[in-house]
Each structure stands twice: as C-alpha cells, then as structure tokens.
C-alpha cells in the first residue's frame, strides 16, 4: 500500500475563494505530480516536480500553482477557485527507478466543488 | 498529447469467466506501460507494469501482453470475481517524458 495522503477528501466552496490542497507522501519519492480527474475520465496533468525547488506545468492550465519546498510535501494552490474547477484532484509520487520510471502511487484524491 | 486509448468504453463479464481489457498506444518510443486500477472515490491503484523489452508479464491472476508492432496493451484478469469491478486505465511513458492515460474501461462483474 503506497503511503501517500491527500487532504481534505471533499471541499465544497463559493466562487472567488483561495484554496490549498495537501499532499504528503512518506515513500522519500523525488518525483511528485498532481492530475484532475472527471469522474470515469481520463487524467490530465496539472504540475509535477522532479525534487525540492523544481516545478513544471502540465499538459492542463488550471489556474492554480504548486511549491515543492520538502520532498515530502506538494501543495497544489488555487488563488481564486471558480465552478469550472469544479473536478477530482489526486497527487501522486513516483521513485526515480534508475534509468527506467517507476510506477505512480496516487493518493485518494480531493472532490472539490465549486459554487 | 499522446493518444492512449481503449477499445471498449465499458464491459461486463460473467464471475468466473476470464476479461480481457484493449489499449491502443500511439507512439513507439513508449517504453514503459502500467495498469491501474480505481474504484469508485478511490485514487488508481497500480495493478501490473511491463517495459518494451518484454511482450508478456503475469502477475496473480492478471497478464499484461505487450504487441510493439500494432502499439496494443491489453490486460487479461483470469476469474474475474465482483471485487474486480471498477475502471481500468493504460498509461504510457516516453523516456523523459511524461505518462499519458487514456480513457478508462468500467469493468462490471455480474455474479
């Protein structure tokens, strides 16, 4: 079982409002990335980083922004949330296996609504 | 983006019987492929991986076959039992790149 958290595991909030979603893993991952997820869709990348101080953008601009200060740490921040946020987040964190990837472990994600 | 994509929107399967689920991959220089795994409110779970170098894998109860010349995946679940039931996706990784996740297939196992 992959020991990776999300927080908080629903949200519901009004139009306009700052809001920051957790993620911390304990696995000692380098890489981290966050997706979103319509339920029984595909998933899109948002952010992902390769290690401490390093943040890249995703295939989706979701208006929102990442920090990765400590390793086990991945914040995902949206400064002003809007209903077309409205959506499935999950964090996940991958091991640097060498000169091949490794699997992601995903977390359970947030449901976040937006009204 | 990559185009990974799965035949079949959505299957069901008798319990007991064997489900084989399809995924198309666009680029060749995908080298490694992963199923997972998610139920309802839950995140993916990781179920088999298998790299390019192979065209076979088993794990318990699942097989990932591999076929480079067609760039298909597909994920054979030998008797399928209800805990089985849930969306399965493929995802694909270039060197370097990014994975890439392609629709899922809802799996439903009637008893």
């Known amino acids: 079982e992959a020991d990776i958290y999300q927080t908080p595991r629903y949200l519901v909030i009004g139009t306009g409002k700052k809001i920051t979603l957790e993620c911390s893993q304990t696995?000692?991952?380098?890489?981290m990335y966050w997706y979103q997820q319509d339920p029984g869709m595909e998933l899109h990348l948002i952010h992902y980083?390769?290690?401490?101080?390093?943040?890249e953008k995703g295939d989706l601009s979701s208006e929102s922004t990442v920090s990765r200060i400590r390793t086990e740490h991945f914040p995902l921040t949206l400064e002003s949330a809007r209903p077309s946020h409205t959506s499935q987040y999950l964090c996940?964190?991958?091991?640097?296996?060498?000169?091949?990837?490794?699997?992601?472990?995903f977390g359970n994600g947030t449901r976040l609504t937006v009204t | 983006g990559e185009s990974v994509g799965l035949h079949l929107p959505t299957l069901s399967v008798q319990e007991g019987d064997n489900s084989i689920i399809n995924c198309a991959y666009s680029?060749?220089?995908?080298?490694?492929f992963i199923w997972y795994k998610q139920e309802s409110g839950k995140g993916p779970q990781f179920i088999i991986d298998?790299?390019?170098?192979?065209d076979k894998r088993q794990g318990q109860r699942v097989t990932v076959l591999l076929n480079k010349t067609v760039k298909h995946l597909s994920l054979q679940i030998a008797a399928t039992q209800p805990g089985d039931s849930a969306v399965y996706f493929c995802?694909?990784?270039?060197?370097?790149?990014?994975?890439?996740f392609g629709t899922g297939t809802s799996l439903t196992v009637i008893p």
């Open positions: 980083s390769y290690g401490v101080n390093s943040t």
């Open positions: 995802a694909e990784n270039i060197p370097g790149n990014q994975f890439y």
């Open positions: 996940a964190s991958s091991g640097m296996g060498g000169s091949y990837n490794s699997p992601l472990h």
């Open positions: 696995m000692g991952h380098d890489k």
């Open positions: 298998i790299r390019s170098n192979m």
């Open positions: 680029n060749s220089a995908s080298d490694y």
